[in-house]
């Protein structure tokens, strides 16, 4: 199956500070980035999709300047959580998708993020 | 309110018994699939459907598609402690973004 990594896997940091996430498609190129979260005993609930090289579109009450989201490569994209509180802790989990797939998503490992 | 409803939430059995987890809603999809998570880890596809009334084979699952494309079931046989975790069923309803339903906590004890 297709490979994605996530890093950092966990991260733990101070209200007030700024985390990046990264994802990478190993194998493959995503012409298209879904980022969900997830909390704990709960599904996966999906913030933003982003293209490559265009704009995220976020869902309904999810804060486009809270969580950045930037998709510059077909193989790179970013989440940063901007300002982090602690009810931001959650499971960040990415889903790159690539183009002319029929409708099958490949799903990172997941960030654990802990806002002390 | 979630597109795709899931039930049961939870299910505990003994090693060996049967399980069936259903995944329901009014809205027709293109696909559906099932994941399944391990804590801490993100979900793994188990299987895609997307013919009404298909029936899908993987071992000890058996997963089915609704005739009408707006529900799915998965069977698992002789359950074992190895199938322990959370099933998740999701949804493409056309535009690319997948639903998820709330997923259920599978616990299969020795």
């Known amino acids: 199956g297709a490979v994605v990594s996530q890093h950092p896997s966990r991260v733990i940091c101070k209200s007030g500070t700024s985390v990046k996430i990264e994802c990478r498609s190993l194998d493959f190129q995503a012409t298209t980035m879904f980022w969900y979260r997830q909390f704990p005993k709960q599904s996966l609930m999906l913030m933003a999709t982003s293209n490559e090289g265009s704009k995220a579109t976020y869902e309904q009450g999810v804060e486009k300047d809270k969580f950045l989201i930037n998709h510059a490569s077909l193989t790179l994209s970013t989440l940063t959580v901007t300002s982090a509180h602690p009810e931001d802790s959650s499971f960040y989990i990415c889903?790159?998708?690539?183009?002319?797939?029929?409708?099958?998503?490949?799903f990172g490992p997941g960030t654990r993020l802990t806002v002390l | 309110t979630q597109l795709l409803e899931q039930s049961p939430q939870f299910l505990s059995i003994q090693e060996g018994e049967n399980l069936t987890v259903y995944c329901n809603s009014s809205?027709?999809?293109?696909?559906l699939q099932w994941y399944r998570q391990e804590p801490g880890e993100g979900p793994v596809l188990l299987v895609t459907?997307?013919?009404?009334?298909e029936v899908k084979k993987l071992k000890r699952l058996t997963f089915q598609f609704g005739d009408a494309r707006k529900d799915s079931s998965l069977h698992i046989t002789a359950a074992q402690p190895g199938d322990t975790g959370l099933y998740l069923c999701?949804?493409?309803?056309?535009?690319?973004?997948?639903?998820f339903g709330a997923g259920t906590t599978v616990t299969v004890r020795a």
């Open positions: 889903s790159p998708r690539t183009s002319g797939s029929t409708d099958t998503q490949y």
């Open positions: 999701a949804g493409n309803a056309g535009d690319y973004k997948l639903s």
């Open positions: 459907v997307v013919t009404g009334g």
């Open positions: 809205s027709v999809f293109s696909s």
